[in-house]
T-cell receptor, first 115, second 113 residues
Framework: NAGVTQTPKFRVLKTGQSMTLLCAQD?????MYWYRQDPGMGLRLIHY???????AKGEVPDGYNVSRLKKQNFLLGLESAAPSQTSVYFC??????????????FGEGSRLTVL | GDSVTQMEGPVTLSEEAFLTINCTYT??????LFWYVQYPGEGLQLLLK?????DKGSNKGFEATYRKETTSFHLEKGSVQVSDSAVYFC????????????FGSGTRLSIRP
């Protein structure tokens, strides 16, 4: 059972470089999310998508872009990486973003370091 | 806006000790409440949930009761094991269908053999 898969799991970038994190889910979920996890701050929502072809800003969207060209994939891009973007990034998906269950399914995380 | 506050860690206990991790929330209406657990090197996974006042969520020996009067959802376990060592996140989802899940800052739990 693959569930939610993130690639890459680790990456080191230099300031100003660009990169893309890929999230893939095989559960046919409509909603997908990107969070970042920083010490003492819990998880903060970066962007999310309520379906194929849609994206929306979350709590901390600046410096990131996303795309949802296919239902199963949700890409997170950093156009010009900054040290403040050093973090662990988690992708999650849910069957519905409504009040039905609220349960999110998470990937294992991608640790990004920006030097 | 909606928010979640949970006790700061780290929390270190001996095996078979009683565990309480406090969580309080601020929200309008009647949110759904969750506890997620993150084991080392893994993503978060849902541990238990409660969707209305006085509901008790339970799983793997853990329990939490939705207390509307005190706006709390404290996590408890009667006898912890080394395998319970993890980071625990309290979370809420507002009553509106457009609401997103909001997470607390997490509490790291370490259990000594």
């Amino acid at each position: 059972n693959a569930g939610v898969t993130q690639t890459p799991k680790f990456r080191v970038l230099k300031t100003g470089q660009s990169m893309t994190l890929l999230c893939a889910q095989d559960m046919n979920h409509e909603y997908m999310y990107w969070y970042r996890q920083d010490p003492g701050m819990g998880l903060r929502l970066i962007h999310y998508s309520v379906g194929e072809g849609t994206t929306a800003k979350g709590e901390v969207p600046d410096g990131y872009n996303v795309s949802r060209l296919k239902k199963q994939n949700f890409l997170l891009g950093l156009e010009s990486a900054a040290p403040s973007q050093t973090s662990v990034y988690f992708c999650a998906s849910s069957l519905s973003g409504g009040a039905l269950t609220g349960e999110l399914f998470f990937g294992e995380g991608s640790r990004l370091t920006v030097l | 806006g909606d928010s979640v506050t949970q006790m700061e860690g780290p929390v270190t206990l001996s095996e078979e000790a009683f565990l309480t991790i406090n969580c309080t929330y601020t929200a309008t209406g009647y949110p759904s409440l969750f506890w997620y657990v993150q084991y080392p090197g893994e993503g978060l996974q849902l541990l238990l949930k409660a969707t209305k006042a006085d509901d008790k969520g339970s799983n793997k020996g853990f329990e939490a009761t939705y207390r509307k009067e005190t706006t709390s959802f404290h996590l408890e376990k009667g006898s912890v094991q080394v395998s319970d060592s993890a980071v625990y996140f309290c979370a809420l989802k507002g009553a509106s269908s457009a609401s997103k899940i909001i997470f607390g800052s997490g509490t790291r739990l370490s259990i000594r053999p």
